[in-house]
């Protein structure tokens, strides 16, 4: 389910997901290898995590695809 849920992310979207929750990077970090700032990073890991909440069902307790605190 996740896997065909993150299958379907734009390639670019995937990578700054995985970089943050796999490589565990930094956001700032994450969006310099992407050629993103860091602030466009932060509001594209937002929609990539509600879009995979919403694929996945609202009831997701998935650490990666909360907000952090």
Do not use: F, K
Request: net charge positive; glycine share 6%; charged share 25%.
């Amino acid at each position: 389910m996740l896997v065909a849920a993150i299958a379907r992310l734009r390639a670019p979207d995937a990578r700054l997901l995985a970089l943050v929750a796999l490589g565990d990077l930094e956001v700032a970090d994450a969006a310099a290898l992407v050629g993103l700032t860091p602030g466009a990073a932060r509001v594209r890991l937002h929609r990539i995590r509600a879009s995979l909440r919403h694929d996945l069902g609202a009831h997701t307790r998935a650490e990666y695809l909360t907000e952090p605190s």
